[in-house]
């Protein structure tokens, strides 16, 4: 009877352990200016945007396709003349591009110029 309970004991104990988990999580971590400026720039010919450009700074989101983000607009002319974009990152890999949306609030933000 020991016998048996310890073949299934090592049975059981094989269908616990799995040579196909899962990778460890990693947080991402916030783009690089470099990764930000090439972000952008592939973000504004996406939607189009021409001449002079704006960006805010590099914030975290839970939302959308990356974990970090960047809002974007046309420099010059009234605001409301201007829509606001929010490009995703997730560390230095570039995510999309996406209107801004109320929870983002880029219309609250600093704009600086981008070179």
Request: glycine share 8%; hydrophobic share 40%; proline share 7%.
């Amino acid at each position: 009877m020991a016998a048996l309970s310890a073949v299934l004991t090592l049975l059981l104990a094989g269908c616990a352990s799995s040579a196909n988990l899962p990778p460890a999580y990693h947080a991402s971590r916030a783009p690089a200016a470099k990764a930000v400026q090439e972000g952008v720039r592939k973000a504004a010919t996406e939607a189009k945007l021409t001449g002079g450009l704006e960006t805010s700074a590099v914030r975290h989101t839970d939302h959308g396709p990356g974990s970090y983000f960047v809002c974007l607009r046309q420099r010059g002319g009234p605001s409301d003349r201007r829509p606001a974009y929010s490009v995703f990152f997730d560390d230095d890999a570039y995510k999309g591009v996406q209107s801004s949306v109320i929870v983002e609030a880029c219309e609250a933000q600093p704009w600086i110029p981008f070179n």
